[in-house]
T-cell receptor
């Protein structure tokens, strides 16, 4: 039973446009959410996070939105750049707990 | 800092053989995690250690899998005997502190069992 679902295995977006990556989770007890980015032949790297007391967190071109009632998380990248082409994983946990539960990932391709 | 170091980067072995994957966490980090990545299940946590002590091994798939952390700078993940379904990329990650601390991943070991 997947506690974290990324239903789009892949996404293609034109350079300069907005990329929206989605993530759904099943357990409303989770209160801390993260996005990781992974390039081929490298390990994932932390991108951005949000706690359940917020519904939005912004860092430059990256914004994460949290909809607690829908148990839905999204990552917006605007404007999208070729270097954003990677696999994006969402992860959930409880604050104070080191154990992260990851989704299956979405491969984002930015088309020049 | 060199980051998390994993070896080997690639391993090809025959079914039934023993496989040992190695990890050196970032110096000063006190938590270490072993993950397995597959297309179907994404990134799965196998086991994690805090201060060299195993805290949660509920993700270890079978008794064929074992992990050790003899000291703060070294950990191993062993599969004995290996099976073709163990083929995956195995990642080691480390973090500092408690709570939802950011995890730093190594480059991974791509394991192929034929």
């Amino acid at each position: 039973d997947q506690q974290v679902k990324q239903n789009s295995p892949s996404l293609s977006v034109q350079e300069g446009r907005i990329s929206i990556l989605n993530c759904d989770y099943t357990n409303s007890m989770f209160d801390y959410f993260l996005w990781y980015k992974k390039y081929p032949a490298e390990g994932p790297t932390f991108l951005i996070s949000i706690s359940s007391i917020k519904d939005k967190n912004e860092d430059g071109r990256f914004t994460v939105f949290l909809n607690k009632s829908a148990k839905h998380l999204s990552l917006h990248i605007v404007p999208s750049q070729p270097g954003d082409s990677a696999v994006y994983f969402c992860a959930v946990t409880n604050f104070g707990n080191e154990k992260l539960t990851f989704g299956t990932g979405t491969r984002l391709t930015i088309i020049p | 800092d060199a980051g998390v170091i994993q070896s080997p980067r690639h391993e090809v072995t025959e079914m039934g053989q023993e496989v040992t994957l190695r990890c050196k966490p970032i110096s000063g980090h006190n938590s270490l995690f072993w993950y397995r990545q597959t297309m179907m299940r994404g990134l799965e946590l196998l086991i994690y250690f805090n201060n060299n002590v195993p805290i949660d091994d509920s993700g270890m798939p079978e008794d064929r899998f074992s992990a050790k952390m003899p000291n703060a700078s070294f950990s191993t993940l062993k599969i004995q005997p290996s099976e073709p379904r163990d083929s995956a990329v195995y990642f080691c990650a480390s973090s500092f502190g408690t709570g939802a601390a950011e995890q730093y991943f190594g480059p991974g070991t791509r394991l192929t069992v034929t």
